[in-house]
Each structure stands twice: as structure tokens, then as C-alpha cells.
């Protein structure tokens, strides 16, 4: 079946510097990318929606500025945390959509649980 | 109001329990509901979509009342290997196509 790799599965980072975590669709292609951010007990929260090609749309609240969604190829989609901060931390995942996965099919990465000090 | 709710847990059973979870969502446009399953810090995994005319898949039953807007997973027979989180999620087309996840309901199955 379909498989997204995200990388790296950790990060610690110190506050102020910019972390980038890559997901990459194997074996097919990801024409849309979901970002989504989960704190611990609370939901997955979408962060943005990143199409090939074109600029990522953000979510109600979610800085673009800070979090820079790239999704230059069919395969590779990135999020940078730029200045990160504490509060930052958190589990960051993504999500492919795929179409002739039959229905809505989605696949998600592995997640990156990071950690500003 | 939350757009997905649901029961807070955790739910703490011994084995061989059956076990129900409850969802409610806001958004009647909602299209598509599934149920996933999320083990501690891990990605989610689907478990089951869920359709009006209710589906089973083994041990765990889902069921959907669109009048109500309610979600339900009914687990029988609970194992050890069922606890973990699981997650209520609907689908909205009209807004782009996107999953909207409930916070999770946790479940710990104990010998």
C-alpha cells in the first residue's frame, strides 16, 4: 500500500533556530499534503493544505510566516518551524491524499515530536 | 462547540469487556465518518469507516445517525492489544476536502 515517509521522527531543537521535517510519498504520488499538529490529550489539529505546485493554505490562525509549507514535487512536501519556540513543541504529522485509493484515501507519516528548549 | 466530540475517557476495562464510544460533529455537511486508532505517539491508523447502514469488521461495530449526528464504535470481546486512542473523524468536502479528528477517546484493556 501507499507509504509516506516523514523525517526525522525526533527533533530537539534550541529556541530561536528553524527545524524542517520532510515527508515523502513512496511508490506514489501525493498531489495533496495535510499538515497537522497534535498536542498531547487533544486532537489533530490541520495546520495547512499544500498542493503541488502551488502555495499552501493556511488554517484560521496558523502563521504562514512561521510555519513554511513547501510542496515543489509530487513526492517531497516540507514544513520549516522558523524561530521556534517552546510552545512549538509539539507532535507534527502529515497526511497524503491519493486519489484511486478507493474512497477518501489518506495515508499519514510517522510524525516528528519536537521539542523547542 | 467543538466540530467533533467525543466521550472523554479514559475508558478502563478488563479483558473480554465490550466496550462503546460515543461522537457527536456539528456540521451536518459533513460526508464521510471513519474511526481511527492511535497508539501513543504514533500516527493514526484507519480502523473502520462508518456508514448509515452501520458496518462490522469483526470484533467492532460502527454505527452513524445522520438525523442525530452521532458516531458510535461498539468494541466486543476487548483484547489487551485494544488499548490505545481512538479517534472520531469526519470528512468535509465543501471545505477543500479535509479530515476534521475528534481529541480521542482512550482506552486501556486490562487482564
Known amino acids: 500500500g501507499a507509504v509516506v515517509s516523514q523525517h526525522p521522527s525526533r527533533v530537539i531543537c534550541k529556541s530561536g533556530t528553524s527545524v524542517k521535517i520532510e515527508c515523502r510519498s513512496l511508490?506514489?504520488?501525493?498531489?495533496?499534503m495535510f499538515w497537522y499538529r497534535q498536542f498531547p490529550k487533544q486532537s489533530l489539529m490541520l495546520m495547512a493544505t499544500s498542493n503541488e505546485g502551488s502555495k499552501a493554505t493556511y488554517e484560521q490562525g496558523v502563521e504562514k510566516d512561521k510555519f513554511l509549507i513547501n510542496h515543489a514535487s509530487l513526492t517531497l512536501s516540507t514544513l520549516t518551524v522558523t524561530s521556534a519556540h517552546p510552545e512549538d513543541s509539539s507532535f507534527y504529522i502529515c497526511?497524503?491524499?491519493?486519489?484511486?485509493?478507493?474512497?477518501?484515501?489518506?495515508?499519514f507519516g510517522s510524525g516528528t515530536r519536537l521539542t523547542v528548549v | 462547540r467543538k466540530e467533533v466530540e467525543q466521550d472523554p475517557g479514559p475508558f478502563n476495562v478488563p479483558e473480554g469487556a465490550t466496550v462503546a464510544f460515543n461522537c457527536t460533529y456539528s456540521?451536518?455537511?459533513?460526508?464521510?465518518f471513519f474511526w481511527y486508532r492511535q497508539d501513543c505517539r504514533k500516527e493514526p491508523k484507519l480502523l473502520m469507516s462508518?456508514?448509515?447502514s452501520g458496518n462490522e469488521d469483526g470484533r467492532f461495530t460502527a454505527q452513524l445517525n445522520r438525523a442525530s449526528q452521532y458516531i458510535s464504535l461498539l468494541i466486543r470481546d476487548s483484547k489487551l492489544s485494544d488499548s490505545a486512542t481512538y479517534l472520531c473523524?469526519?470528512?468535509?468536502?465543501?471545505?477543500?476536502?479535509?479530515?476534521?479528528f475528534g481529541q480521542g477517546t482512550e482506552l486501556s484493556v486490562k487482564p
Open positions: 497526511s497524503a491524499h491519493t486519489e484511486g485509493q478507493g474512497g477518501y484515501g489518506y495515508t
Open positions: 462508518v456508514y448509515s
Open positions: 511508490d506514489f504520488q501525493a498531489t495533496t
Open positions: 456540521n451536518s455537511a459533513s460526508q464521510s
Open positions: 473523524v469526519v470528512f468535509l468536502y465543501n471545505q477543500g476536502g479535509k479530515l476534521i
